[in-house]
């Protein structure tokens, strides 16, 4: 039996963001978070919570598993 494990790598927000041109501040606005923590997610700094994820993956039109790079291990 092969076991296949995937863990999390960049956050690829920024890309979404540019995409859409909108920038932290209007989609901290959108999400109820501050700019501050959008800031730490683009920057690798925190991870977003499911939660965070799924409002923030809502307002970009995107799915959840696009807002990070998932690496095979």
């Known amino acids: 039996m092969v076991v296949v494990t995937y863990k999390i790598g960049k956050c690829l ?3 979404h ?5 909108m920038s932290q501040q209007e989609l901290a606005d959108r999400v ?3 700019k501050q923590t959008i800031s ?8 977003m919570s499911y939660e965070a994820a799924v409002n ?5 039109n995107c799915e ?7 690496i095979k291990v």
């Open 56 to 60: 923030i993956a809502a307002e970009l």
């Open 40 to 47: 730490r997610y683009v920057k690798n700094q925190s991870i």
């Open 17 to 21: 963001l540019q995409k859409k041109r």
């Open 64 to 70: 959840m598993e696009d807002l990070y790079e998932i």
């Open 32 to 34: 109820g978070k501050t």
């Open 13 to 15: 927000l920024s890309v």
